[in-house]
DNA sequence: AGCTAGTGAATGAACGTTCAATCAATTTTA
DNA sequence: TAAAATTGATTGAACGTTCATTCACTAGCT
């Protein structure tokens, strides 16, 4: 059925947009459906709660990542480029889509994210994992874990957003530094 | 006046750890007076409202940080030295009090943390600055703006930390690579 | 006695959720 | 083919709960 995702769609889009600017205690339900021109029950029809529809929510993001990231990836080059060109893809992904970045972020430092949700099958994890792992088989990256690599440049990616983000204005002056930052990354992740 | 100082340090300790648990709307303003053991209007002699609450706790928190951290430090020592050093006291101070880690990290992606909260006198990004600042003038770091060498670092002891609180079991088998991120860290900010 | 700090029941607003009523579209019937 | 019946999505007012905040009162100190 086309109509049941293309609300269900609405309403994620607009529960992405509010959540970015007010978080999530601060968007009610009725607003959400307001925003996504429905009424408050029709959110119902839906998902079960709110917590349920944040939660789908949250698989959503991550499958969008996914897409964007693993379809631009060119499994083919050489490892290091294709390290820069992922690099590009998310920062520039996560910037286009602040409210991807913001909900996000959000979500993972809240209550929301349990051991158990991060454990369950999560494509855009396991992407990861042979993502880095590839780069350690061809010898590109150190033998580590491919988990601790995705922390070290994930996290550098994360943190670079919310810096470009909060400081939009009084970036000018570091702008020309900020192409160095995937290749420190690099640097502390390459082999040898 | 020490019952103040005494009663507002209980209450902060209340908020982070029900914060911790169940988030900044997961905990009402009675729960946490409750843990600290007063009544639900006392919290009203020491903060205007709960928004004030939280802003003062996470002043508090960083205030807490940058002792820990700056105490530590020895300035004297060469700058690859107090790096490492830095990066262990930081990492175990979070992992020691989980609450700290989780409120900071819940309040910097929330609709609390705002640019001008960010640019207002900040003694602990101060320090920071100050810290990436020496490593560059004595040649130990590559040649980037304090900012965007603190980006780099303060992400990924972010990023780990919350690793590890989240895969606390299964992380046997890669702890004893977890030593190796501070180095690939290092790798990638130290000049050439 | 006067003063301050603390109390906790009361208040009112906001919110998540429900549900009886409505509406549009589709199917059945004649 | 036209009217009637059925279906299921949609609505939004209403409900019950939760919560931040207030305030009349009390306890304890000087």
Do not use: C
Not at 11 to 16: I, W, Y
Not at 17 to 25: A, D
Not at 114 to 127: C, K, N, Y
Not at 137 to 152: E, R, T, Y
């Amino acid at each position: 059925m086309e109509p049941i995702q293309d609300k269900k769609t609405l309403l994620f889009e607009s529960a992405l947009e509010l959540i970015r600017v007010h978080g999530f205690h601060g968007t009610p339900v009725s607003r959400v459906a307001r925003e996504a021109g429905v009424a408050a029950g029709t959110v119902y029809t839906y998902f079960n709660s709110k917590d349920e529809m944040i939660l789908e929510l949250y698989k959503y993001v991550k499958l969008k990542v996914l897409a964007e990231v693993s379809t631009k990836d060119n499994p083919e080059l050489p490892f290091q480029q294709r390290f820069f060109a992922f690099w590009d893809h998310l920062t520039s992904l996560y910037l286009s889509k602040p409210a991807f970045q913001s909900f996000m972020e959000q979500f993972v430092s809240s209550p929301y994210n349990t051991p158990e949700l991060q454990q369950s099958t999560d494509l855009w994890g396991a992407w990861l994992g042979k993502f880095f792992e590839q780069g350690v088989a061809v010898g590109a990256l150190k033998p580590l874990s491919p988990q601790i690599l995705a922390i070290m440049v994930i996290g550098s990616v994360i943190s670079l957003v919310r810096y470009l983000t909060y400081f939009e204005s009084k970036t000018q002056s570091v702008k020309g530094e900020l192409t160095q930052i995937p290749q420190m990354v690099w640097d502390g992740i390459k082999n040898h």
